[in-house]
């Protein structure tokens, strides 16, 4: 294996730990302000996102490579004071992580493709479960936007 394959391995999977870390704690948001059984399905997922946080890190070790910290904070997208902005800031943030898992769906490694792939898949579901809907392909919605398409992975935005 070249080292530029192993480079790029580790670029992707450092991509997705950090959109990983930015996922555990914007549910960590989200959980404070929602309803008692939406919050059992958040803190199910954050126990999910913690425990492939794990996988990744031994990945990234495996490869030779330090897993880059969790920050101590994050900016969120948009204000979360209510059950509806948490929701929201649920379905966005797998919407994000599964854009983040497809860095590793592009790699010339079968194992990584498939595993990035499974995990952009449940990101899919965990999103349509928190908005009823996901983006057809994460990380495009943004452009399609601007071309006047009407799908998007963006958040409803409370007042």
């Known amino acids: 294996m070249s080292g530029t394959a192993d480079a790029s391995k580790r670029g992707a999977l450092q991509a997705a730990l950090a959109a990983l870390n930015a996922a555990i704690y ?3 948001v989200a959980g404070a302000h929602l309803p008692t059984t939406s919050r059992e399905t958040a803190q199910q997922d954050w126990v999910q996102h913690q425990a492939t946080r794990d996988t990744l890190e031994t990945m990234l070790t495996s490869l030779g ?5 969790a920050q101590d904070a994050y900016r969120l997208p948009f204000p979360v004071h209510s059950a509806h902005a948490a929701v929201s800031l649920a379905g966005y943030l797998e919407n994000q992580l599964a854009a983040a898992y497809l860095g ?4 010339d490694d079968a194992r990584l493709r498939a595993w990035g792939a499974q995990q ?8 349509t479960t928190w908005l009823g809907r996901t983006a057809a392909f994460p990380g495009l919605s943004s452009r399609a936007s601007r071309a006047g398409s009407t ?9």
């Not at 490579?65 to 910290?69: D, E, V």
């Not at 590793?104 to 790699?107: F, G, I």
């Not at 799908?151 to 007042?159: D, E, G, H, L, W």
């Open 26 to 28: 914007g549910y960590g």
């Open 120 to 127: 952009a898949q449940a990101c899919a579901l965990r999103a």
């Open 151 to 159: 799908a998007s992975a963006q958040p409803s935005r409370s007042p």
């Open 65 to 69: 490579a330090q897993p880059l910290p």
């Open 104 to 107: 590793l769906v592009a790699l």
